[in-house]
Nanobody, 120 residues
Framework: QVDVEESGGGQVQPGVSLRLSCAAS????????MEWFRQAPGSEREFVSR????????DYADAVKGRFTISRDNAKKTVYLQMNNLRPEDTAVYYC?????????????WGKGTLVTVSS
């Protein structure tokens, strides 16, 4: 079992930056990748970004390319999402989704989410 805890959400004005964090904790697991998704009111949950733990390669949704940066701290088993130049359309609950190895099985978990509201 892996516990997932997101933090860093809040209410900000357009153009401001926020940094989200997501920490994975538990016993006997290793991380394959960690992803960020978001879900705006009345919309489907959508992919935002992904980072592979080995090598650090990252992917981004077109809507956030050039504004968001994903990074990781291996020792802390934590992923960060630096969000710059936030727009009202970035308003959503942001969810972390770690993909981990537990023995020989690769499984994923969802966090409970952290709310980001961008409004003037």
């Amino acid at each position: 079992q892996v516990d997932v805890e997101e933090s860093g959400g809040g209410q900000v004005q357009p153009g401001v930056s926020l940094r989200l964090s997501c920490a994975a904790s538990g016993h006997s697991f290793s991380i394959y990748s960690m992803e960020w998704f978001r879900q705006a009111p009345g919309s489907e949950r959508e992919f935002v970004s992904r980072i592979y733990w080995s090598g650090g390669n990252a992917d981004y949704a077109d809507a956030v390319k050039g504004r968001f940066t994903i990074s990781r701290d291996n020792a802390k088993k934590t992923v960060y999402l630096q969000m710059n130049n936030l727009r009202p359309e970035d308003t959503a609950v942001y969810y972390c989704k770690p993909h981990v190895w537990e023995l020989s099985d690769r499984v994923y978990y969802w966090g409970k989410g952290t709310l980001v509201t961008v409004s003037s």
